[in-house]
């Protein structure tokens, strides 16, 4: 499947951890945290830093903060 699609079907998730850095945060995993919930991903393009990334879904909405400067494989797109 596509990773950035995430898992509908077991959603929403109280953790989701990536290992493999997107250039940008798929908005369909911050979709499927549920309230609370938290998402770890190294952010950043192949060849530029890369930061790894906590996201936070609370009721007020979404927080993003980066933490340190990482080097993860490329997330590539799957086949759905």
Do not use: C
């Amino acid at each position: 499947g596509d990773g950035y699609a995430g898992w509908t079907e077991h959603a929403p998730f109280d953790r989701i951890m990536v290992t493999a850095a997107p250039d940008e945060i798929p908005k369909p995993l911050i979709e499927q945290l549920a309230p609370g919930g938290r998402l770890v991903i190294p952010v950043g393009s192949q060849g530029n830093t890369q930061w790894m990334t906590i996201v936070e879904k609370t009721a007020a909405g979404v927080a993003e903060r980066r933490t340190i400067p990482v080097q993860f494989v490329p997330f590539t797109r799957g086949k759905p």
